[in-house]
């Protein structure tokens, strides 16, 4: 009995793993299939789906005169006064009263070498002058005297009252004295010009500004040998370079093929690389009269019609020739992109800002067409990143790969 009713005990196993597989196929189909749902509708919402490789370029600023630019050219600003100040003789600095920067007028003292020589050499002018003014004086005097006795001597002579002998005396000092005064007053002149000789020289230890200007560079200091040549070792040619720079000019190089382009009093924009913010106008100053062999080229001089202190020598340059003069209006920059990155799509002008990894529909108002850019008036600014060239396969929040140039 009790065999039997450990016998009732047993588990029917058959039915439980007939049974246990179907369930968990059912449960892996479902899940499966709501997965492929899910996924549909994110790669369908671009959250999934591939990078697009894409091109992209920055928003830039044109300026409206680009639209009339005939030709373009650089250079670099070159003072077309400009003067290495030196000594006309050899002697030691031993005072500087400038520095780089400084601003001097014509004739002002710059630097001053040792004098004592030349002011001795001055002194012993001055002092031959007076000392042959002093003999002019007594020569006039005894001409004077001279003249007298002759003209007493001359009428006691006609009147037969003194010898022929006594009125040749008379005469003879007379021309005497006349003579002695002429050579005094020649010994005058000659020692006024040896006093301005050793003026001219006393000059030469002092260097002046030949023009108004602004000192470049300081080539010398206190204690330096300053001489003409520059010969000797150690010695310094120049202590000062100096510009006028009133007289700043743009130097550019223009093609041969391209100089009928060009005419004397043309206006021109020009672009300093310092200075990328800010335009200048200008003309055409001078088209030098000889080409470049080597380069095939002409130089043509452009002159600043606006004085500006942030101008300085030898700064990079572009210049714009141009086919009118800019207006007021047209002096200011305006955001600007490449036409091909415009499309139109329902009925308006759209273009793609990037942001980070995506992309962002934006529309826009665009204007006029600058050279080969276009005008955007509302929508963008300078310096945003968008697509070059879009195709009709991206939207908004599509995920975007760079492509490398």
């Known amino acids: 009995m009790a065999d039997e009713d450990l016998s009732k005990l047993k588990i029917d196993k058959t039915k439980v793993i007939i049974g246990k597989p179907q369930s968990r196929k059912k449960y892996y189909l479902a899940a499966a299939v709501a997965g492929i749902i899910f996924l549909g509708i994110l790669y369908k919402q671009g959250i999934v789906s591939p990078a697009v490789e894409v091109e992209v370029s920055n928003v830039t600023q044109v300026y409206p005169s680009q639209a009339f630019t005939l030709l373009n050219a650089s250079g670099y600003v070159v003072a077309q006064r400009k003067a290495a100040v030196a000594s006309k003789i050899t002697g030691r600095l031993i005072s500087i009263s400038v520095e780089e920067g400084s601003r001097v007028k014509k004739g002002d003292v710059i630097a001053m070498l040792e004098n004592e020589d030349a002011a001795a050499a001055k002194e012993q002018a001055e002092a031959n002058l007076k000392a042959a003014g002093a003999d002019v004086e007594q020569a006039k005097a005894e001409l004077q005297d001279a003249g007298l006795n002759f003209n007493r001597n001359k009428d006691l002579f006609e009147k037969g009252l003194i010898s022929k002998r006594e009125y040749d005396a008379a005469d003879a000092r007379y021309k005497k004295a006349n003579a002695a005064t002429a050579g005094a007053e020649a010994a005058v002149r000659a020692s006024a010009a040896a006093l301005r000789s050793a003026d001219v020289s006393m000059g030469y230890t002092f260097m002046r500004a030949p023009f108004d200007a602004v000192v470049l560079t300081k080539n010398a200091d206190v204690g330096d040998i300053v001489t003409p040549i520059g010969a000797a070792a150690n010695a310094k040619a120049s202590v000062v370079t100096i510009a006028d720079m009133n007289s700043l000019q743009v130097e550019v190089d223009v093609s041969e093929s391209n100089l009928e382009k060009v005419k004397l009093g043309q206006p021109c924009e020009i672009l300093l690389d ?34 500006d202190s942030r101008i300085l020598p030898e700064m990079s340059a572009k210049v714009a020739l141009l086919q009118r003069q800019v207006q007021p209006e047209e002096m200011e920059p305006l955001t600007a992109v490449k036409p091909e990155s415009i499309i139109t799509r329902d009925g308006k002008k759209t273009v793609f800002l990037v942001r980070e990894n995506r992309i962002i529909e934006t529309p826009v108002i665009a204007g006029a067409q600058i050279g080969d850019m276009t005008e955007i008036k509302n929508g963008l600014t300078a310096g945003d990143r968008i697509i070059s060239k879009p195709s009709e396969r991206l939207k908004n929040g599509t995920r975007i790969k760079i492509a490398e140039k």
């Open 274 to 307: 310092a200075f990328t913010e800010s335009r200048f106008r200008g003309e055409v100053h001078m088209i030098v009269p000889t080409a470049d062999r080597a380069k095939a080229t002409v130089m043509i001089k452009v002159k600043f019609l606006d004085k």
